[in-house]
Every structure is written in C-alpha cells, then in structure tokens.
Nanobody
Framework: VQLQASGGGSVQAGGSLRLSCAAS???????MAWHRQPSGHEREFVAD???????AYADSVKGRFTVSRDNVKNTIYLQMNNLNPEDSAVYYC??????????WGRGTQVTVSS
C-alpha cells in the first residue's frame, strides 16, 4: 500500500488547511490516521478514524481538527481550523490493512506563523 499526502502549506495563526492522503494498492484499508512530527520532536498522534467512521483525537487538536475518510477513494482527510504555531510540523498519514500491516506516507509540511 502506498500513501500520498497533500494539502500542506503555510498559513497565519487562526487560519485553516485541509490535508488529504490517498492510499493505493487495491487492498481493504482498515484504520487510517494522521500523526505529526514538529521539528526537533518525536512523532505524535493527531487523529484516527476507523473504517466505520469512529474518530479519535489528541487532546491538543480536539475541537479544531476534524478527521474524515472516503472508503471508496481510500482517502483520509484532516480539516484543520484555528491553527496555531504549535501545530507546525510534518504531517504523516498511515493506513492499516491485512493482518497488522501498516504503511506510512512521506509527509507534508504545515507551517503556521504568528
């Protein structure tokens, strides 16, 4: 399974961005998720969504970010509103499939200026 993320960019604090990540490979995708890695820090969980649409979020993004997916397109989205400089990071998507297998996308940079 290959993942291609898009939608990153630079915005001012308070702005919005929408990330997309499409999975290809012709397999049934189970959970999909977003993680992020700020410069100089460890990768951290942002949000995930099951195939049935159950969502979970990190406390730091609750109420500001919304995760969604399109099972036909095997695509996960992340709508990010009210961004702040602490949200600046490389955002990675991942997809779970098969028996415990996981693929990661290459990441897309999000930069939020104050």
């Amino acid at each position: 399974v290959q993942l291609q993320a898009s939608g990153g960019g630079s915005v001012q604090a308070g702005g919005s961005l929408r990330l997309s990540c499409a999975a290809s490979g012709g397999v049934r995708i189970n959970n999909m998720a977003w993680h992020r890695q700020p410069s100089g820090h460890e990768r951290e969980f942002v949000a995930d969504i099951t195939r049935d649409g159950n969502e979970a979020y990190a406390d730091s993004v609750k109420g500001r970010f919304t995760v969604s997916r399109d099972n036909v397109k095997n695509t996960i989205y992340l709508q990010m509103n009210n961004l702040n400089p602490e949200d600046s990071a490389v955002y990675y998507c991942n997809a779970d499939y098969g028996y415990g297998q996981r693929s990661w996308g290459r990441g897309t940079q999000v930069t939020v200026s104050s």
